[in-house]
């Protein structure tokens, strides 16, 4: 399969074109700004539609609308952009639409800065709008994570008819690694049922709505959809086990983050100190089944993240509060480095 050396946000837009997105919608901040900008170039060339709406506010209402049609709709941004599409993404799913977000996350809060960071996790796994309801969130950390998982982003948004999440960060935004394309056939999913995409007077009207002026009818779809999520928990978790069959200290570390924690722990072992990574690829759901067989033989957990430890709490719920879980953290755009890390696990075995 021929493999092409691409920066991390194009090669996000260029999988996303591949996987049959047919309208782009966004707005441009740091650090994912490449990604419009080579939606701009591309989409158009390959039949599709790039606009750049007046503000983030504008492009979700336009993802809603497009994705109300039944064709595949995007849109992507950072930190303080998510922030403003969230609303429009509450709308998005209480219509159960497809759709997928990236966000490229950037250091906060507030304006914050343009270093990369991992403190949206608590924003795409548990706030990302008013109301009951969830996104799939995935996380890679490899430019070849971030093709694979937007083309799984459409299909899985297709499937379930949900919003989906691709939660990237600046550093591998702005990375340049060789990737390869997989096949993609963007239209297995069958959307005549529901799409509001024009009815020839040959069927009834399809009506998309997040609103219910009737509480019993609200309630329905909500419990409704929460069944749903509970098959997606049970059957779309993923995650990578790296030298966890034996492990004393299982580290927790997902992203980019992931990638300085696997040199630690490589650093680790040869020092004779039996460490483990589990990197969640999925961060909703979180894959529960995945750690629990991770953890089953170490003695202590270490969260490592570029947050003040939001994915802490998740673990500590996953192990059942079994086993104790520490933290490490670097934030406001500041990467941890292997040496770090490796400290804290030296310090961590010296306490075994």
């Keep these: 399969m021929e493999r092409n050396l691409m920066k991390g946000n194009e090669a996000l837009a260029e999988a996303a074109i591949r996987a049959g997105c047919k309208c782009f919608f ?17 989409m158009h060339k390959a039949g599709g539609v790039f606009l750049q709406a007046e503000s983030e506010i504008a492009a979700i209402n336009m993802v809603l609308g497009a994705a109300s049609t ?3 709709a995007m849109t992507s941004s950072s930190s303080p952009g998510v922030s403003l ?11 159960d639409l497809p759709a997928v977000i990236i966000n490229v996350q950037r250091g906060g809060p507030g304006l914050g800065g343009i270093q990369p960071s991992q403190a949206d996790y608590w924003q795409a796994t548990k706030a990302l709008g008013h109301g009951d309801f969830q996104l799939i969130v995935y996380a890679p950390a490899s430019v070849q994570e971030m093709v694979d998982f937007v083309v799984k982003a459409f299909d899985s948004a297709d499937k379930y008819r949900m919003p989906v999440m691709i939660l990237a960060d600046g550093l591998l935004g702005q990375m340049m690694e060789p990737v390869s394309f997989p096949e993609i056939n963007p239209d297995a999913y069958d959307k005549s049922s529901w799409a509001a995409n024009g009815h020839g007077f040959k069927r009834e009207h399809h009506i998309i709505n997040s609103l219910y002026l009737k509480p019993d009818e609200l309630e329905k779809s909500v419990v409704d959809r929460y069944k749903k999520y509970d098959i997606i928990k049970e059957t779309e978790t993923d995650a990578e086990l790296y030298l966890t069959e034996d492990c004393d200290i ?16 490589n650093d680790a072992r ?8 589990f990197r969640p690829k999925t961060l909703w759901p979180f894959p529960v089944k995945e750690i629990n067989e991770a953890a089953k033989n170490a003695k202590v957990l270490l969260s490592v993240e570029m947050s003040m430890g939001q994915m802490v709490d998740d673990i500590k719920l996953a192990v059942n509060c079994s086993k104790p879980v520490e933290f490490y953290g670097r934030t406001g755009g500041i990467i941890p480095t292997p040496v770090e890390v490796l400290e804290q696990i030296k310090k961590i075995g010296g306490t075994l």
Excluded: D, H, N
């Design 70 to 72: 039944g064709v595949r």
């Design 85 to 95: 599409k969230s609303e429009g993404v509450s709308y998005i799913a209480g219509s």
């Design 26 to 42: 966004g707005y441009p901040i740091t650090p994912q700004t490449e990604l419009a900008a080579y939606m701009a170039k591309r």
């Design 270 to 277: 040869a020092q004779g100190i039996k460490a483990g990574l």
């Design 250 to 265: 299982l580290l927790c570390a997902f992203g980019a983050t992931a990638r300085v924690v696997k040199s630690a722990v």
